[in-house]
């Protein structure tokens, strides 16, 4: 069992700056994939930017340039720098966890960090 803790989400004004983090229980080493998602009411939640294990990114073409995913294994910490920040960031943004084992996919969510950014 995973458990992911999000921390840093809270209100910015547009063009600001905000940095996510998420504490994993485990080494996150361990973990094949590590993701961050976001979600706004009545929509699906949507793949912000992900990492792979052996450090390969990809971002929605939304955030490109703007957001940085990034993790701190001596911490246990996944990051999301995020710059420039639009109104249409305002989102819950969640920590997503994939390991992969015996042909099975395991995943976990942290409880999400709520960002509101101000037009």
């Known amino acids: 069992q995973v458990q992911l803790v999000e921390s840093g989400g809270g209100y910015v004004q547009a063009g600001g700056s905000l940095r996510l983090s998420c504490a994993a229980s485990?080494?996150?080493?361990?973990?094949?994939?590590m993701a961050w998602y976001r979600q706004t009411p009545g929509k699906q939640r949507e793949l912000v930017a992900r990492?792979?294990?052996?450090?390969?990114?990809n971002y929605a073409d939304s955030v490109k340039n703007r957001f940085s995913i990034s993790r701190d294994n001596a911490k246990n910490t996944l990051h999301l720098q995020m710059n420039s920040l639009k109104h249409e960031d305002t989102a819950v943004y969640f920590c997503?966890?994939?390991?992969?084992?015996?042909?099975?996919?395991?995943?976990?969510w942290g409880q999400g960090t709520k960002v509101t950014v101000s037009s």
């Open positions: 997503n966890a994939e390991i992969y084992m015996l042909g099975s996919i395991y995943a976990y």
């Open positions: 485990v080494s996150i080493s361990s973990i094949n994939r």
């Open positions: 990492m792979l294990n052996g450090g390969v990114t």
